[in-house]
């Protein structure tokens, strides 16, 4: 199997690229922000349990994202490989995600990061937010408090997969093109 982390703050492109590189790999596109919101429009138990941290811009508990992953890649028994996009993103997240994947013998290829910086990611959110329909997209306070939950406590997760010589940046600032470009021949090498 193949399994990549990809990786970057809010507005990164992380979900633009995995949809693009999922086909020429082979792999299944996990995002747990798309899972939550599904839950969310299906108003399920997670879903309503998810909507009051999302809609602050708020983490949601790591006990309910593992939970919710597990049972998304148990899903997918007969896949390639997946593509993370939004998970881990705590360190508890990214030792609960090496255990599960050792139980069956797999493991994380790599983390691919998409690095922007952060001004040009409010910009890109606050663009996104204007078709996304998404409440945390559209309040620059929300989009503020992301990236403090980044900063607190999803950056770290770099030097986690870097001390494992695993972690792999890329420019992340460019056309969806050039990007899906630079990401390939990191993939190709994983
Ligand atoms: P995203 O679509 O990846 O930007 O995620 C949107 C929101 O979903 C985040 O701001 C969190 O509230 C929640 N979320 C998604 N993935 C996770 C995760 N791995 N851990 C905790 N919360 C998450």
Redesign the pocket.
Known sequence: MKNIVLFGP??AG??TQADRLKGKYHLVHI???????YNIKNKTELGVL?KT??D???????E??IHM?EAEVEKNADANGFIF??????QS?AEALDGFLSTKGEKINGMVALEVPEDLLVERLLERGKTSG?A?DTDEGKIRN?FN?YNTKTAILKEYYAAKGNYFGVNGVGSIQEITERLAKVFDTL
């Open positions: 809010p507005g992380k979900g995002s747990t922000g798309d899972v939550f919101r998810a941290y999302m602050k811009g708020d983490l949601v508990p790591d309910v994202t992953l996009d939004g998970f881990p993103r705590t997240q998404r945390d992301r939950e």
